[in-house]
């Protein structure tokens, strides 16, 4: 899609499962989001009970009045035929991580690695989500994963079901394009 075309920008939410990719959407959506949602198999992690099976959409409007085009990812791997046909066309990747998962240095690492392999020019920014309910989260640890990367990413804890944090998120991407 020809972004300068349309006059709007298209960004992409990526990440693992229940890191809050849909919940980000709906939190910044102007509209009823897009949504392609099914009853997760193996059972609810916690209130989340459902997974995106191909993708989000949404249009955005920021207090500025910037107009966006907000699509998000599945998490599970086993949709990762989406990943290069949702990221055709974007401007920017937030890769959102759940930060109360164990693994969430090495969700990064995969993440990243990911986007990277599909467009290693896009701009990216980090968020983790689930910070509050996490006692001993260690933001120095991802920092330095995001640093190996040999990128300039910045990385933010945000709560995907606050707007305002969520928009920060979206305005720290915007930054980065220059
Ligand atoms: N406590 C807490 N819960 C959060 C936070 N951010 C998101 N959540 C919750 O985490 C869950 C995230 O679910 P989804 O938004 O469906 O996750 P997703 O990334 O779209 O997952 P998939 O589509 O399965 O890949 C929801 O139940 C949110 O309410 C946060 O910062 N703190
Ligand atoms: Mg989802």
């Not at 709007?8 to 229940?18: E, H, Q, S, Y």
């Not at 890191?19 to 916690?46: N, Q, Y």
């Not at 959409?57 to 949702?86: A, C, K």
Request: hydrophobic share 40%.
């Amino acid at each position: 899609m020809d972004n300068n075309r349309l006059n709007t920008l298209k960004l992409v939410i990526a990440g693992p499962v229940g890191a809050g990719k849909t919940t980000a959407i709906r939190s910044l959506a102007d509209m009823e989001p897009v949504s392609t949602e099914m009853a997760l198999t193996d059972g609810a992690m916690g209130e989340k009970t459902t997974t995106t099976v191909a993708l989000d959409f949404s249009t955005v409007l920021l207090d500025d009045g910037t107009p966006l085009l907000v699509y998000g990812l599945p998490g599970q791997e086993r949709f990762d035929h989406m990943r290069p046909i949702v990221i055709s066309g974007a401007v920017g990747v937030i890769v959102l991580l759940d930060g109360s998962d164990a693994k969430v240095t090495t969700d990064c690492e995969h993440w990243l690695d990911a986007v990277r392999s599909i467009d290693p020019t896009l701009p990216v920014v980090v968020g983790v989500t689930k910070t509050d309910t996490t006692a001993n989260f260690h933001m120095g640890q991802l920092r330095e994963v995001v640093q190996r990367s040999g990128l300039p990413i910045p990385v933010f804890t945000v709560d995907a079901r606050d707007r305002e944090q969520t928009a920060h998120l979206v305005r720290a991407l915007l930054v980065s394009l220059g």
